[in-house]
């Protein structure tokens, strides 16, 4: 079985620009979350999509943003790019949203 | 405000020894726990997890605690292996929520 998969694994984009990223869960898995690590900040919850609609959201501005596909994969969109959006952007999914949550390895966004 | 904590930054142990990973948290409203492997621009790797309901559980050389009353718990990792060392991460899920809280991570390192 394939594991999460993401996409692109390494990007570089310049202060104000937009960036999407991809998420492709577990097969069968209908839940997808997103987290952002940094070294300061450690790992944080950015949101949850289950069944294309987001159940819980973290404490991230609206310039963070997603959704979630029928097919459960899931997108996520940073627009007005700033030097701390810099960070290794996870995407995690789950059956269900309980229980385990499995880790894509993550895209490394670098802002400049 | 900090939820999960994981006080210590690093812990280096002797190959064949016991590893032990403590974890403390503030939120009652945690109803399961997990604890991930990190190496450096890689997505966590899930290892173990436990219900609120339960105070232990164990998997191959991976046995975490749960202690509700003193709100810790810790990962026993035994016998410890040079493969092991790694960025251990616990995570506490909200209740009735696919939203993981992340400590900071201790630094796992087997010495041969």
């Known amino acids: 079985k394939a594991g999460v998969t993401q996409t692109p694994r390494y990007l570089i984009k310049t202060r104000g620009q937009q960036v999407t990223l991809s998420c492709s869960p577990i097969s069968g898995h209908r839940s997808v979350s997103w987290y952002q690590q940094t070294p300061g900040q450690g790992l944080q919850f950015l949101f949850e999509y289950f069944s294309e609609t987001q159940r819980n959201k973290g404490n991230f501005p609206g310039r963070f943003s997603g959704r979630q596909f029928s097919n459960s994969r899931s997108e996520m969109n940073v627009s007005t790019l700033e030097l701390g959006d810099s960070a290794l952007y996870l995407c995690a999914s789950s059956f269900w949203g309980g229980g385990e949550a499995f880790f894509g390895q993550g895209t490394r966004l670098t802002v400049v | 405000d900090q939820q999960v904590k994981q006080n210590s930054p690093s812990l280096s142990v002797q190959e064949g020894r016991i590893s032990i990973l403590n974890c403390d948290y503030t939120n009652s409203m945690f109803d399961y726990f997990l604890w991930y492997k990190k190496y450096p621009a890689e997505g966590p790797t899930f290892l173990i997890s436990?219900?609120?309901?339960?105070d232990k559980n164990e998997d191959g050389r991976f046995t975490v605690f749960l202690n509700k009353s003193a709100k810790h718990l810790s990962l026993h990792i035994v016998p410890s292996q040079p493969g092991d060392s790694a960025v251990y991460f616990c995570?506490?899920?909200?209740?009735?929520?696919?939203?993981?809280?992340f400590g900071q991570g201790t630094r796992l390192t087997i010495n041969p």
């Open positions: 995570a506490a899920r909200v209740q009735g929520a696919q939203k993981l809280v």
């Open positions: 436990i219900s609120s309901i339960k």
